[in-house]
């Protein structure tokens, strides 16, 4: 399965002023944990997250357009999110949501 990293502004766009903990209540567009499979094997998740299907937390926009699905990694601030695209049923691509840039620490 072919992978897609998102740019920035291609992951931005995908967000609104406003997302919603979908984490509870998320039914899935479509099955993410070939993709996630793919990513193993490219070295960007980990095996223990396909093996354990761990997810984080689901966020979605406010148009229902999209579902961020945030995978964890070993840097609690470091995140992988499965971008789903709703009206296309099917994933848009991925990006590393890095929690800890843009901090003075």
Do not use: C
Request: net charge negative.
């Amino acid at each position: 399965m072919q992978t897609n990293l998102l740019t920035e502004e291609e992951f931005i766009a995908t967000m609104s002023d406003r997302m919603v903990d979908a984490t509870e209540f998320a039914e899935p567009a479509v099955d993410i944990w070939p993709y996630v499979e793919a990513l193993v094997a490219e070295g960007v998740v980990e095996q223990y997250v396909y093996d354990e299907t761990l997810v984080e937390m689901v966020s979605r926009n406010r148009e229902d357009s999209f579902d961020h699905v945030m995978l964890p990694t070993e840097d609690e601030e470091i995140f992988i999110v499965i971008v789903v695209d709703f009206e296309e049923e099917e994933i848009y691509g991925h990006y590393v949501l890095n929690l800890k840039e843009g901090n003075d620490e």
